[in-house]
């Protein structure tokens, strides 16, 4: 019979392994692939082509991306609040410089498979809003003395990481990244606000040398670890502390494979140990061996007793057998083989998706306000007003599927756009003749107007502003945005150019495109981004010898119509272009501005040639009909559904301007008389691109604006189009370099967000 002492020492051997198998699965689930996630980081190094890419270099890269994602938008705001004109420029020079920091940054993420954040963290948050709420000198000095501090906490963070790493690339960027916040300490300590009895002293020198993650810091022993909420925790120094941040950090999949491996391994030392204790030797059996060693000589042999009826005697104690150990040891073995099966229950592996790249561009803008995604919900989950109406036109839709017709949401338009028509050009017959016959008297007048060289601009004598039937509540929307399901050879990747945001001294009423050599020729003002070349007299060849706004020696310009807020005056009240072409009242500045590429759900794409035009919407579908209207109306929210109305939405969020341009070119021309025919969009249904053309890069504008209360903003158009909301349409012209263009590309169809 085994000891007591024996039994404890089997089931702390058991322990141990239980302990080694939850490390080694614990370990096995940090991340998968090459992607390093921004909540999934591991105090493990990772092998790239640049070198060992340790946690210390992706939190470098995750601070930087974070640093931008609030400076960059400060500094702008900055511009237009603050009162010192140095502030101001000071403001401008960060913004600028952020977003340049901003595109590379990203770029070295790409790279080395880092996945940034889409937004600052919850401090940076707090210091955004403490900013916008001052006014005046308070402003300017809240918000050079909160930049101040925060890069005078980076700094020291990207010296450690340049000091250290032996990753290249990480090595290169904190080279750059450390002249760019070097620069902005200058900047900043120029405006003379600087508090510099508020900074935080440098840390005193110790006697011992400071462990690595106490340097990384700078700030006497503490180093800030991003939590996956995005705000900053203290980890101590040490192995302690490392353990700590990697416990903190470890994905939810990983625990749950850990913990229930430890159960395994536990459970089965259990079970087997009941097993084989509660088992008895079989009947009959004699213990094998010598008997034991008598202190007397054996008696003499006595001769057989007859045969008696022994009493039952006791069961022996069970005794464990000796392939427990080998069964126990099998169990651990199959136990260290579940991580790979646990990891694949807990989260599968994710799928080509068309709509996570277009989420990817919705993304970059500022979240949502819980309050409007509470009303998103509410709106969703909102039962119809007449349950039997529902179920009829449910049918009636269904039996349309069947039919194969379809378009209901395009025959909607295409009457809205009629009777809008109908309206502007009177109401009975016999007006209407007699301004038929006005119109080809008109025309003529025009065609000898025009010999005579003479600039005209029609359509002014009908200029109104948009009808209430062009509004709708966004909330009562329920046309939903469905993207194509995207096959196994799908360019699921996305591109965005980083441009800054329009520059209002650049717009103007031309369109150089549609209207060469002829001011005004758009009689609407238009936004530009990139390329500076934007006025009348413009030639394809000049974007290439132009400046840009656009990072990466991008050349690309693009231009879209404004939007108004039709309650204030604007500038050009009797400007053409302006109040003379019946478009009043002050120009809305976009909030953000996001020029995003896109692949193609059924195969991959191929560049596009540089000078290529490519145009989407249609600024006279009043007059032309709904067959070119791409106009797609929203709110931040609700982007999943669309109009070609005027959105009102709730308050707390932004009105959005989605333009998805076509992206199936034909291979040879770089432009069209019409300027369309020579590139398609692809099927709605499949996103094929039609026989003998080629997918390229689809361009997606996406504008976001801070709406005036109620119905007062409009959209510029030509005059006679009374400024219907399914006009919206936007220009763009490629200026990329070649070897931008085959890195934008690259990302699409590797399925890398760029």
Request: proline share 9%; hydrophobic share 35%.
């Amino acid at each position: 019979m085994r000891s007591p002492v024996s039994r404890a020492a089997r089931w702390a051997g058991a322990l141990v392994l239980a302990v080694i198998v939850m490390v080694a699965v614990f370990n096995s689930g940090g991340t998968g692939d090459n992607d390093v996630a921004v909540d999934q980081q591991s105090s493990t190094t990772t092998r790239t082509e640049f070198g060992p890419l340790t946690a210390s270099d992706v939190d470098l890269l995750v601070k930087v991306r974070q640093a931008g994602l609030w400076e960059t938008p400060t500094g702008q705001q900055m511009q237009q609040r603050a009162v010192n004109a140095v502030v101001q420029e000071v403001g401008r020079r960060i913004s600028v410089e952020h977003t340049e920091l901003d595109a590379i940054v990203r770029q070295t993420a790409g790279q080395l498979g880092v996945t940034l954040p889409s937004q600052p963290s919850a401090q940076q948050q707090g210091w955004m809003q403490e900013i916008s709420a001052q006014n005046g000198a308070d402003y300017d000095r809240t918000a050079v003395n909160l930049l101040r501090q925060a890069h005078g906490k980076v700094l020291p963070a990207i010296a450690n990481v340049r000091s250290g790493t032996r990753n290249q690339l990480v090595r290169e960027f904190a080279t750059t990244s450390a002249q760019f916040v070097t620069r902005h300490h200058e900047y900043l300590e120029s405006t003379g606000l600087v508090d510099f009895e508020a900074l935080p002293e440098p840390p005193a020198p110790a006697a011992v040398p400071a462990p690595a993650a106490s340097a990384a810091a700078g700030t006497g022993g503490t180093t800030p670890v991003l939590t996956a909420s995005g705000s900053p925790a203290n980890a101590d120094g040490g192995g302690f502390g490392s353990a700590l941040a990697a416990v903190r950090e470890v994905s939810l999949s990983s625990w749950l494979a850990a913990v229930l491996a430890f159960v395994a391994v536990l459970g089965g030392g259990a079970l087997l140990d009941m097993l084989l204790r509660d088992r008895s030797r079989p009947a009959g059996a004699a213990p094998a061996g010598p008997p034991p060693a008598r202190p007397f000589p054996a008696p003499p042999p006595r001769p057989p007793a007859p045969p008696r009826i022994r009493p039952p005697r006791r069961r022996p104690a069970a005794q464990h057998r000796p392939g427990g150990p080998a069964v126990f040891g099998l169990l651990v073995v199959g136990v260290l083989a579940l991580p790979p099966v646990l990891e694949g229950a807990v989260s599968a592996p994710a799928q080509p998706s068309t709509s996570a790249a277009v989420a990817a561009g919705f993304a970059t803008l500022d979240p949502a306000p819980e309050r409007v995604l509470a009303l998103v919900a509410a709106t969703k989950d909102e039962p119809s007003d007449d349950e039997g109406d529902k179920n009829d036109d449910e049918a009636e839709n269904a039996e349309k599927a069947d039919a194969g017709e379809g378009g209901d949401a395009r025959e909607a338009l295409s009457q809205a756009l009629a009777d809008g028509q109908g309206e502007r050009d009177g109401g009975d017959e016999e007006k209407n003749a007699d301004q038929q016959d006005e119109k080809k008297e008109d025309e003529k007048k025009e065609d000898q107007k025009e010999n005579a060289g003479e600039d005209e601009f029609p359509g002014r004598e009908n200029a109104a502003l948009p009808s209430i039937a062009d509004f709708a509540d966004i909330g009562e929307v329920r046309q939903l945005v469905a993207d194509p399901t995207p096959d196994a050879n799908a360019s699921t990747g996305t591109f965005v150019a980083e441009c800054g945001q329009p520059d209002p001294s650049l717009r103007n009423s031309d369109n150089w495109i549609a209207a060469p050599g002829k001011p005004n020729g758009a009689q609407h003002m238009h936004d530009y981004l990139g390329s500076t070349a934007t006025d009348s007299s413009t030639d394809a060849g000049d974007l290439l010898a132009s400046r840009t706004s656009c990072d990466l020696d991008n050349r690309s310009t693009f231009f879209w119509p404004v939007l108004r807020d039709t309650s204030q005056v604007g500038p050009d009240e009797n400007q053409d272009g302006g109040g003379l072409d019946g478009n009043v009242g002050e120009i809305l500045e976009p909030a953000q501005v996001v020029m995003q590429f896109l692949g193609n759900p059924t195969g991959p794409v191929s560049p596009m040639p540089q000078l290529l035009r490519v145009i989407t919407g249609d600024a006279k579908a009043v007059t032309n009909g709904p067959d070119n209207v791409r106009a797609q109306w929203t709110c931040r929210g609700f982007e999943d559904r669309a109009t070609t109305q005027y959105p009102l939405c709730p308050d707390g969020s932004r009105l959005l301007r989605v333009l998805d341009f076509p992206s199936c070119w034909d291979g040879e021309n770089l432009d069209s008389e019409d300027h369309r025919s020579h590139i398609a969009f692809a099927d709605e249904d499949t996103g094929a691109c039609p026989q003998d053309t080629v997918a390229v890069p689809q361009l997606r504008m996406i504008l976001a604006y801070d709406q005036p209360g109620g119905r007062n903003f409009a959209l510029d158009g030509f005059p006679d189009q009374q400024h219907h909301p399914a006009t919206d349409h936007g220009d763009f012209v490629n200026g990329m370099p070649d070897e931008l263009m085959d890195a934008v590309v690259e990302c699409l169809n590797e399925g890398l967000q760029c």
